[in-house]
């Protein structure tokens, strides 16, 4: 995993700070927005997520089939790419600890992902109301997956139920 979110080539301009504890509710207003670290999608990553997943598309398994489909690398599915950027919320801290429960997401591929791609992610809160108890949020937020050029290769909108207050 590559940890560097400090710039460099292909650094996203303007990006926001990275949390370092999860978020309750009340600290998470629309608008908020934060950054993650970067991770490197490895031909390990592909492989194994492809054969445990049933993913066997010579697309992802087949370098000379994608270069015939006209890709100039392994790509890597969807899925996989919005397992990565949530593996990059979690793993950032964001919900450490307040997070309550995964409701439910769109999500939109913008561009291609490679095998050697290094991806990132910009997420901003775009939607947070109380749920009936009182005791818990529901927050929405628009998560944006960018490659080491700064491209957008995906965008992608979960919503969680989140605790109001920290337990300890």
């Keep these: 995993m590559n940890d560097d979110s400090s710039g460099g080539s292909g650094s996203i301009p303007g990006l926001p ?9 009340d600290e998470q207003p629309v608008g ?15 492989v194994v997520y492809a054969t445990q997943f049933g993913f066997a598309e010579g697309l992802f398994l087949d370098a000379t089939a ?8 392994r790509l ?19 919900i450490a600890g307040t997070g309550v429960a995964y409701l439910g997401a769109t ?3 913008k ?5 050697g791609d290094t991806l990132q992610v910009v997420a901003e809160v775009t939607a947070a109301r109380l749920t009936s108890r009182g005791d818990r949020g529901i927050v929405t937020t628009r998560n944006e ?7 957008l290769v995906m965008v992608y909108s979960p919503t969680r139920m989140v605790l109001c207050r920290h337990a300890d």
Excluded: C
């Design 111 to 115: 561009g291609p992902t490679f095998v």
């Design 32 to 46: 908020k927005r934060w950054s993650t670290s970067r991770r490197t999608i490895t031909e390990t990553d592909l």
């Design 145 to 151: 997956v960018f490659n080491q050029h700064a491209s």
């Design 66 to 73: 994608a270069e015939r489909a006209g890709y100039e690398g």
């Design 76 to 94: 890597v599915p969807g899925s996989l790419v919005m397992s990565l950027a949530e593996g990059l919320i979690i793993s950032g801290g964001a």
């Design 17 to 25: 700070p990275r949390p370092h504890r999860g978020w309750t509710f």
């Design 107 to 109: 999500v939109e591929v």
